[in-house]
């Protein structure tokens, strides 16, 4: 049983940054493409990023591309979410997940995809 836990969110003023951390127990993550999904309120969950367990490949949904960096640490089990340039459109709650089955170099972009989620942090951008 894969266990996340995210952490990092909070208030913060427009033009902000903030970085999320998921720490994750209970799996070899090393082996896991790990993926940080949105859900604003009143909307349905959305792709944010995307990591492969080798060579660390990057996918960004084009709302945050130049925006947000995806970045891992297989030593600390945890992947992280540099968020700069904050916009209030990105308040939402964020999500960690991971892919187990992942081949070494997909990247997946798709909830379906994903086999074990975090509880979520709030991120909320003030204008």
């Known amino acids: 049983q894969v266990q996340l836990v995210e952490s990092g969110g909070g208030l913060v003023q427009a033009g902000g940054s903030l970085r999320l951390s998921c720490a994750a127990s209970g799996g070899t993550f090393s082996n896991y493409g790990m993926g940080w999904f949105r859900q604003a309120a009143g909307k349905e969950r959305e792709f944010v990023a995307a990591i492969t367990w080798r060579f660390s490949r990057t996918s960004y949904a084009d709302s945050v591309k130049g925006r947000f960096t995806i970045s891992r640490d297989n030593a600390k089990s945890t992947v992280y979410l540099q968020m700069n340039s904050l916009k209030p459109e990105d308040t939402a709650v964020y999500y960690c997940?991971?892919?187990?089955?992942?081949?070494?170099?997909?990247?997946?972009?798709?909830?379906?995809?994903?086999?074990?989620w975090g509880q979520g942090t709030q991120v909320t951008v003030s204008s």
């Open positions: 997940a991971a892919d187990i089955n992942s081949l070494a170099s997909y990247l997946a972009a798709g909830m379906a995809e994903y086999d074990y």
